[in-house]
């Protein structure tokens, strides 16, 4: 039999590194957004700065059969403009805060971003053809006079060097008064929903100029607001289904079938307190910074500050796993809570739906995708993966040291206490100013995009 | 803060903060515990009045300090303290308005949710500051936030209305002490309205009477930091204002000894020096310039400007 991989079966590799060199980060060029396309050939990542560079990965060579193919820079272009609220005196920030991919249904390929306040649909198109042989005109483009036409011909498009255009095709604007945390696409491909810090709406791509507000949780008195909207994602094959988490914990689900405003949910999914560690900080570390289902949508995971968890939708109560990220920062809350790193909002990914291949005697078979890996960042540059079946964990790290490829990257460890190992780093060593928040995993292939402050790593598993 | 790979040694003072959480009701940890809870609202309140004026901050972050905050409060209630005090003067409400967007939009923005000396509470420990029995009854548990006003009221009721109940049940506080002129009362509404562009009428004065009993302590103070959801810059800060304009203007003060953990709660002759010294020392980090115990408790606006500097400075 021939299965899917295990975490600690795939030995990752540097692959690539993209972004700049020296230590002094321009703001506008830090990553604030990482994501595959539905094929994983396009690669896409969003800045402060308000731009999307799209990476396309080669096609694999045939001959260099030792690795997949390397990603190169397909497209960029400005997405977002800050702006300015005229009424409150406040800048809009041009940060892009996420990118969706469109299924691809034509040559040319569609994905949402959005900043704080509007979302815009992007048409991504290749031009590699111009038409040649005008009869009316020149090759410059100068018009002829139509009396020195004296024969017709055909126009013929001849081949030119590769263009990539990006277009706006959709904007969708002044729907939302607080800020755009989270997007997502319907499994109808036809609507999709925005969620800001208290309310989430449902677009159609087609139509701009009205969407239908779904949830609402702003209170009638704000001073009454206790709890925020922090994420929000439809069900991957139901439709009128979605979640979203908010800064208490909590994650609700919902039916769009059962009301047209979504203020109550289907089901409530929180995990009560654990009493021995219980600390002032205890409600913000709670707080889930993502939400993400499994490709079959039978499982959902969470990301809190310290932890991933995983949840059955048939499981109210309790994750069925709960995975510790970093639990060494538990005793320096305060601390982060003074830095203000106790606020920052990690990412999680599943592993791709690399599907299990079976053969047996004749006949092959093609079992669903199994989400048995997730993967989220740290600290230092660290970023870990825990697989489900294994139970095993390990922490690598996103740094210009390793970048030798086909080199497979050395497990990292954290001394939380005690006499320090050789190769171990102490939690008072680590620097909290290189944090890595947003992660992708190949939706087929184990290739993984992991984003520091302003550089993009790819890493790749050996492959035999 | 943390450097890069550079190794970082907490100091003694944050050692004693780390770590579990120790039960308040441990005998000799029950310092720790308290030191702990101070330096988190300490620093929480630093975190709400001292953001980029620049862009809108995350409500988020907003919710979850405020929420810190509020359960502080709580719990400090619950110990037996009881109102919030006048201190704090290196928390300057007024040069901090220089550092925000005066972005006065309409009114129902909740405009004048002002920073008042009331809404820092006493960084030391409140049963430390005792306040007279007499107002322990008064205080009810049941808040009101949006008690609207009957009869003439100019807009924004919601607006004013947590402006007159911290000062005006602060004030109520003084009166029960010791009659003080209604001019008190005018001079608090009238430069409470002047931030929100609006001229309370007088009938808007009178009202606040009746809802101190009505609002506890803890309201008094949340009713301000929630100002930051609707209005994300500190337009609710009153710009114009010392605390001595606020407190001292015609309010026969010589009642009232002027340790600056009492000012105007008028509570002064049952402080014991000891709270105004552990206050002070808190207060020190914060404060740029010495501060000797009883000095009275006033500070010009150059002296308030340059301690707003040393703080947005580091």
Known sequence: FLGAGGGNDIQWCFSQVKGAVDDDVAEADIISTVEFNHSGELLATGDKGGRV???????????????????????????????????????????????????????????????????????????????????????????????????????????????????????????????????????????????????????????????????????????????????????????????????????????????????????????????????????????????????????????????????????????????????????????????????????????????????????????????????????????????????????????????????????????????????????????????????????KENIIAVATTNNLYIFQDKMN | MLGKGGKRKFDEHEDGLEGKVVSPTDGPSKVSYTLQRQTIFNISLMKLYNHRPLTEPSLQKTVLINNMLRRIQEELKQEGSLRPMFVTASQPADPLSDNFREAQPAFSHLASQPLLPTDFVSTTPLESCLTPASLLEDDTFCTSPTVQHDGPTKPPPPALQPVKDSFSSALDEIEELCPAPTSAEAVAAETAVDDSKDHASESNVQKPEGLPESRTAESKLMDSLPGNFEITTSTGFLTDLTLDDILFADIDTSMYDFDPCTSATGAASKMAPVSADELLKTLAPYSSQPVTPNQPFKMDLTELDHIMEVLVGS
């Open chain 1, 53 to 443: 560079v799209i990476f396309q990965q080669e096609q694999e060579n045939k001959t260099q059969s030792h690795s997949r193919g390397e990603y190169n820079v397909y497209s960029t272009f400005q997405s977002h403009e800050p702006e300015f609220d005229y009424l409150k005196s406040l800048e809009i920030e041009e940060k892009i805060n996420k990118i969706r991919w469109l299924p691809q249904k034509n040559a040319a390929q569609f994905l949402l971003s959005t900043n704080d306040k509007t979302i815009k649909l992007w048409k991504i198109s290749e031009r590699d053809k111009r038409p040649e042989g005008y009869n009316l005109k020149e090759e410059d483009g100068r018009y002829r006079d139509p009396t020195t036409v004296t024969t017709l011909r055909v126009p013929v498009f001849r081949p030119m060097d590769l263009m990539v255009e990006a277009s706006p095709r959709r904007i969708f604007a002044n729907a939302h008064t607080y800020h755009i945390n989270s997007i997502s696409i319907n499994s109808d491909y036809e609507t999709y929903l925005s969620a800001d810090d208290l309310r989430i709406n449902l677009w159609h791509l087609e139509i701009t100029d009205r969407s239908f507000n779904i949830v609402d949780i702003k209170p009638a008195n704000m001073e009454e607001l206790t709890e925020v909207i922090t994420a929000a994602e439809f069900h991957p094959n139901s439709c009128n289904t979605f979640v979203y988490s908010s800064s208490k914990g909590t994650i609700r689900l919902c039916d769009m079938r059962a009301s047209a405003l979504c203020d109550r949910h289907s089901k409530l999914f929180e995990e009560p307190e654990d009493p021995s560690n219980r600390s002032f900080f205890s409600e913000i570390i709670s707080s889930i910074s993502d939400v993400k289902f499994s490709h079959s949508g039978r499982y959902m995971m969470t990301r809190d500050y310290l932890s991933v968890k995983i949840w059955d939708l048939n499981m109210e109560n309790r994750p069925v796993e709960t995975y510790q990220v970093h639990e060494y920062l538990r005793s320096k809350l305060c601390s982060l809570y003074e830095n203000d790193c106790i606020f920052d909002k990690f990412e999680c990914c599943w592993n791709g739906s690399d599907r299990q291949i079976i053969f047996h005697r004749t006949v092959t078979f093609f079992l669903p995708s199994l989400c048995s890996i997730v993967m989220t960042g740290s600290y230092n540059n660290f970023f870990r993966m825990f697989d489900r079946n294994t139970k095993r964990d390990i922490t690598l790290e996103a740094s210009r040291e390793n970048n030798k490829p086909r080199t497979v990257l050395k497990p990292r460890k954290v001394c939380a206490s005690g006499k320090r190992k050789k190769d171990e780093i102490s939690v008072d060593s680590l620097d909290f100013n290189k944090k890595i928040l947003h992660t992708a995993w190949h939706p």
